[in-house]
């Protein structure tokens, strides 16, 4: 048979649309019968074939390509979620942390000023204070007691070589002081304003009970003092410690201890006595005329 060139072009020119299979079936049956008695145009078919072939294993290619490139940038960014998470439980575990040991704190704190407020306002009651200081440069170190007594409105404190008479007047809203110092041999007596040493037993306790930010710097621990067990309250600062040890079961303060290295080692321990005070501790009554007729009266009145 003839070849004719006019179909051989026309087939050639329906070839890829005939590889993509969007020719109708009557073209479809043409190109066929073509392609079997033409060999030149069954090569440019077949070459046609395998252009497609290889642009579709390059997309195919490119695609996995494309794929694992999206596969590792999921990994990484599932890697980054999963530190992220861990990340804020993290945040979360310590913002609770630090809110119950502050709530701890804070607790025992107010159930202290609770208990010192109500030893303070039961207006009967004796503190024996002591106190051990090593100044550690020096190699320094001295002992002092200090003996607190109250009985309705009246207080005697005795310090080394001085004794404090202090009686509250409330009608007057004045406080009487008489200073009795043993080693000058004197006697001074002043008035001074209601408010004046009124509170000395609170200031003297809540100086060691500062406890700010919601406990943050702080530290709690339990342990016992002359097997009462207690709180123990730490601040720690660069070079030292502050510890306020707290019973367990009054929730009074037993005992502070100062410490900073290479400079001074400072413990106060406090002895509690409730209700063993009586007016005869703390009056000063006729006292001059005996016990200190041979002192020098000093009057220092001071209405402020």
């Known amino acids: 048979m003839k070849k004719n060139n006019n179909d051989c072009d026309i087939v050639q020119d329906l070839s890829s649309l005939y590889a993509d299979k969007l020719v109708n079936d009557t073209t479809k049956k043409f190109i066929e019968n073509h392609l079997s008695t033409c060999e030149n145009c069954k090569n440019y078919y077949n070459n046609i074939c395998s252009d497609i072939f290889n642009n579709f294993k390059k997309i195919d290619d490119s695609d996995k390509i494309e794929l694992n490139h999206l596969n590792k940038f999921n990994k990484i960014f599932n890697f980054i979620k999963l530190i992220l998470v861990i990340i804020v439980l993290f945040i979360l575990f310590v913002i609770v942390f630090i809110l119950i040991k502050a709530y701890h704190i804070?607790?025992?704190?107010?159930?202290?000023?609770?208990?010192?407020?109500?030893?303070?306002?039961?207006?009967?009651?004796?503190?024996?204070?002591?106190?051990?200081?090593?100044y550690i440069p020096?190699?320094?170190?001295?002992?002092?007691?200090?003996?607190?007594?109250?009985?309705?409105?009246?207080?005697?404190?005795?310090?080394?070589?001085?004794?404090?008479?202090?009686?509250?007047?409330?009608?007057?809203n004045t406080t009487n002081i008489i200073t009795?110092?043993?080693?000058?041999?004197?006697?001074?007596?002043?008035?001074?304003?209601?408010?004046?040493?009124?509170?000395?037993?609170?200031?003297?306790?809540?100086?060691?009970l500062t406890i700010s930010n919601f406990g943050i710097g702080f530290c709690v621990k339990e342990d016992s003092i002359n097997n009462e067990k207690c709180y123990i309250l730490r601040k720690k600062y660069q070079n030292g410690y502050v510890d306020t040890y707290i019973s367990k079961d009054d929730y009074m303060i037993l005992r502070t201890v100062e410490s900073?290295?290479?400079?001074?080692?400072?413990?106060?321990?406090?002895?509690?006595?409730?209700?063993?005070?009586?007016?005869?501790?703390?009056?000063?009554?006729?006292?001059?005329?005996?016990?200190?007729?041979?002192?020098?009266?000093?009057?220092?009145?001071?209405?402020?």
Do not use: A, G, H, M
Not at 183 to 202: A, N
């Open 106 to 134: 804070n607790n025992i704190v107010n159930n202290t000023y609770s208990s010192i407020f109500n030893l303070s306002e039961s207006n009967n009651y004796k503190i024996t204070k002591t106190i051990n200081y090593k």
């Open 180 to 208: 009795v110092n043993n080693k000058s041999k004197t006697l001074e007596e002043e008035i001074v304003d209601y408010s004046y040493r009124k509170d000395f037993l609170l200031d003297d306790f809540y100086s060691f």
């Open 138 to 172: 020096d190699n320094l170190n001295t002992k002092e007691e200090y003996v607190y007594y109250c009985y309705e409105n009246k207080y005697k404190i005795e310090k080394p070589d001085k004794i404090d008479y202090i009686e509250i007047n409330d009608s007057e």
């Open 260 to 304: 900073f290295e290479n400079y001074y080692y400072k413990e106060t321990n406090y002895l509690i006595e409730k209700n063993i005070v009586n007016n005869k501790n703390v009056d000063f009554s006729n006292k001059d005329q005996t016990e200190y007729k041979n002192y020098v009266k000093i009057n220092s009145n001071k209405n402020n």
